[in-house]
Each structure stands twice: as structure tokens, then as C-alpha cells.
């Protein structure tokens, strides 16, 4: 992702916390466990599903700067399976000197499942950074093109680990900074199968290294979730997801991201 920093989270944590939970979600849930259908709650990165959504992330930076990213984010799958879709990014962010909103590098992106059955899945996907940024800090300073793959295991009790890599190219050369983008990341995304289908849990820890610099640093971001109930013809989500970093060449100390979403409309 773009090197954006996340500030102000008081507005949406009140919004979140004022959503109701919709006592037709209980039925719902009831009913398709009854006929034994999954709930696709967005956890399964091979079961591809309209997506519409916001979400802000404060990041830390170190003790004495910190900033933000709101944004809002549409998926449309396509394809005679919907093995396809397509997803476009709007940011809006401030900076660690600056509190004003502006710009940042809208993204699309493209994703492809080539493979699935009951035991694995293979994707992949190519997303495009614009460099639409109001203000240099604010983005990549260039377009940026970011390739992943990924296996995903489907284990027996439900239970999905799915290792990507990814690699994130800069297409001008250099950044603002006078560095090359080139940035691979091995991602090792873990979701544990719980006994209430109405909440979540992912596990999405990385490892990334700067070919530019030759650093790399580490990351853990943990996502909690909760259906909400139907909303807009689709299935409401809210969630929360912490995040901490390690090594000398780390982003941010710490971010926290909360959301809320609308699945399967």
C-alpha cells in the first residue's frame, strides 16, 4: 500500500458502535445454517462477492507523528462462475505534518481465482496505483503496479491458510524520495473456523523487503468482524483490525483500522 498514515478515529468508532445488530441477522444465519449454506462473511479470499465499504486507519508513525487514511472501496465480480472482479480504491488521507484531507493514489484492481475445489484454491490478482495524490506525502509519488498470488488451503474443520506473495513495483523509477519501488512481501493469511457464524477472525502476518534499500521489516494485523444483519439488499459487516510492525525499515509502529461493509448484494 502507499506509505499514507491514518489520524482521527472518534467519528467512525461512534458510527460503528451505533449500528445495530439486526435481529432478521439471527433468523438468517439460523435459516442458512439449517440448509447448510456457508455464511460468506468475505473471509474466503477464492469466494469472490460484490463488496461496497468504508474504512479508516490510524497509523502511528513513531511516538510524535501519526496520520490517516479514510477510504472508500467497490468490488464487482464477474465471469460465467464470478471467478473474476473488479475493485477501485478512492483514498482520502492527511499527513504526519499536515491535518488537512486530500487526495490519494486511487487504485483498480483485478482479481482472478484460475482454481478451487474442496481442498485448495489458486488466485491471483494486479492492482494499479494511480499517482493521483493531492500532495507528494500523501502517495507513492508514481504509479506503482502490485502483482500477487496466492494457494489457499482449505483444511479440514473449516479452517483456511492462504500464503501469497506479492510484489510492488514502482513503473517511473523513482519515488518523491529518490528511491525505487521494489518490494516483495510474503504473506502468510490464516482464518480459523469459529463456532458462531455470526463473528470472525483473521491472522494476516508478512514479512517485506526493500530490494532499494535491502531492509525489511515484519508485520502482524489481526481482523475482527461481526454481521450486522441485511442492509441494502446485501449482508452488513463491521470490524476492527489492529496491526504491529518490527525491524528498522517498519512503516509504522503500530495502526488500527475499523470498517464497515456491505457483502453479497
Known amino acids: 500500500m502507499p506509505g499514507y498514515t491514518y489520524k482521527g478515529l472518534g467519528w467512525l468508532t461512534l458510527a460503528l458502535f451505533a449500528t445495530q445488530v439486526s ?28 463488496t461496497a465499504g468504508i474504512q479508516y486507519q490510524y497509523n502511528q508513525i513513531n511516538p510524535d507523528l501519526n496520520a490517516g487514511l479514510f477510504e472508500m472501496f467497490y468490488r464487482i465480480p464477474f465471469g460465467p462462475t464470478k471467478n473474476m472482479a473488479f475493485e477501485f480504491t478512492l483514498p482520502y488521507a492527511d499527513g504526519a505534518f499536515d491535518d488537512s484531507y486530500d487526495l490519494g493514489d486511487v487504485s483498480f484492481k483485478f482479481m482472478h481465482v484460475v482454481d478451487v475445489n474442496e481442498r485448495r484454491g489458486i488466485a491471483y490478482t494486479a492492482e494499479y496505483f494511480f499517482d493521483t495524490a493531492g500532495r507528494p506525502e500523501l502517495g507513492y509519488g508514481e504509479d506503482v503496479l502490485e502483482l500477487s498470488a496466492f494457494y489457499a488451503f482449505f483444511q479440514e474443520g473449516g479452517n483456511i491458510f492462504a500464503p501469497a506473495i506479492v510484489q510492488t513495483i514502482g513503473l517511473e523509477g523513482k519515488d518523491q524520495l529518490g528511491n525505487e519501488i521494489n518490494r516483495t512481501t510474503i504473506d502468510f493469511y490464516y482464518v480459523p473456523k469459529l463456532a458462531n457464524p455470526k463473528f470472525f477472525v483473521t ?11 535491502d531492509e525489511g521489516f515484519g508485520s502482524l494485523q489481526v481482523t475482527f468482524g461481526m454481521l450486522t444483519g441485511r442492509a441494502l ?10 496491526g504491529i510492525y518490527a525491524g528498522g525499515n517498519r512503516p509504522v509502529d503500530f495502526s488500527v483500522q475499523i470498517g464497515y461493509k456491505i457483502l453479497n448484494f
Open 203 to 213: 491472522f494476516d502476518p508478512a514479512l517485506s523487503y526493500d530490494w532499494d534499500t
Open 233 to 242: 439488499g446485501g449482508d452488513g459487516q463491521v470490524f476492527i483490525k489492529p
Open 23 to 50: 435481529a432478521q441477522d439471527g433468523s438468517q444465519i439460523a435459516q442458512n445454517r439449517a440448509r447448510g449454506e456457508e455464511i460468506n462473511n468475505g473471509t474466503n479470499p477464492t469466494l469472490l462477492t460484490s
